[in-house]
């Protein structure tokens, strides 16, 4: 062997890392670029964090290098934001700069590049997307619409509950009859159209398919191949299932449901009196040309993913925190029987009428967002924040401690309290609510803390309270008891 090639060759690997480690942090300053971990040549952080970019790990790198910092992944350059501050700035004022989408390879094939509305750049062809789908599906008038038909699907959820005989023994699985509920939430919007069991068989092969679809899309197994070019051939057959598996939905909702609503659109006139469900305006809109059938079909593909898991994700999440939490349950019960008495079924205009209920789902979907670093945002040129500058194609991801909720939540990123929810409701506010009381108690008239519970800071279950001479807002302390065995739960 030749030691000196060797050698050589060792010392020359070792200039290059000292001198890009060196390039990389005079222009770090140059640019005011965010701190981060040192990068490494070809790799950049991924050897350091690996493929699991997960909110928690995210957390804990915000713990150690700030409220914003960067992620060299490869090619890939990653920011990350961890105040409510750097979160507004990124997402509202500077939010034409940061309003593009970020994709990957996987992305790429499920968007067609870009041809939907959620994973595109902001630009021409996403304004004209949203343009054509904000009538059929973002105003109060489809609300008002499809109003009677969602309550008939949840009040089918509850009949069907009831008349399983195991749900009073065995227990049943809520989700598959909340998944039927949000498909035909979904599709009668869509295509007039709803499944008529669990059992549909067209209904199974869509969920199925979506499910494999939100797997492959989902997962953190691909990352390596989209941040380091070199590793891609490793990934060709991960690839090659994604593109199977988008062949195949389209086909399902170009044969099953596009051609149809087609068929049907040919025996009416397509006025506005003759428009009945969303795809009608969306198919209108292609016949005019603005958009190709290729852009038709994504924006179905869109909103099955987009609509769908992410509001059942929340619904299970919801139930989920309830029966971790009996006190909190029993005063929505209390709330909602003294309101609209026992019984009585709710309404979407109810709900103005609940502010428990309301703080309940506000501290639902902060707590347990469906997507907890929502989706990644990318400028496209060199936008200033108030302490940095990202780099150009940069994605930009918040993490939930970002949420400008979470501090004055009173329980953090990581625990419930619906109370300080309902603080922050500045009409809604109980008057029975003093620094002598609970205030999750005195939402519902119950005694004094001294005797009551409230939400945990650290946990779902229940928290014992006890008082303090300070204001309301922080005048409660809570101690979380040990979990009962069995009385977790988790996101299926």
Partial sequence: ??????????????????????VSKIRGRKLRLPPGPIPVPIFGNWLQVGDDLNHRNLAAMARRFGDIFLLRMGIRNLVVVSSPELAKEVLHTQGVEFGSRTRNLVFDIFTAKGQSMAFTVYGDHWRKMRRITTVPFFTNKVVQQYRPGWEAEA?????????????????????RHLQLMMYNNMYRIMFDRRFESMDDPLFLRLRALNDKRSRLAQSFE??????????????????????????????????YFLDERKKLASTKSMDNN??????DHIMKAQQKGEINEENVLYIIENINVASIET???????????????????????????????????????????????QAVIKETLRLRMAIPLLLPHMNLHDPSSPATTSPPRARSSSTPGSSPTTQSSGGGPTSSAPSASWRRRGTSRPAATTSGSCPSASAAGAAPASSSRCPSSASPSAASCRTSSSPPRRGWTCSTPPRRAGSSASRS
């Fill in 1 to 22: 062997m030749d030691f000196v090639f060797v050698d050589k060759l060792l010392v020359g690997l070792l200039a290059s890392v000292v001198v890009t480690i060196v």
């Fill in 155 to 175: 009040a089918f959820v509850v009949d069907n509950v009831r008349a399983d005989p195991r749900a009073a023994t065995d227990g049943v699985v809520l989700r």
């Fill in 222 to 255: 691909y990352n390596y191949g989209d941040f380091i070019p070199i590793l891609r051939p490793f990934l060709r057959r991960y690839l090659r299932l994604c593109e199977e598996v988008n062949e195949t939905r389209l086909k399902l909702f170009k044969d």
């Fill in 274 to 279: 003759g428009l009945k469900c969303a795809i």
């Fill in 311 to 357: 509001t059942l994700w929340s619904i299970e999440w919801g139930i989920a925190e309830l029966v971790n939490n009996p006190e909190i349950q029993q005063k929505l019960r209390d709330e909602m029987d003294a309101v609209l008495g026992a019984g009585h079924q709710i309404t979407e205009p109810d709900t103005h009428k609940l502010p428990y209920l």
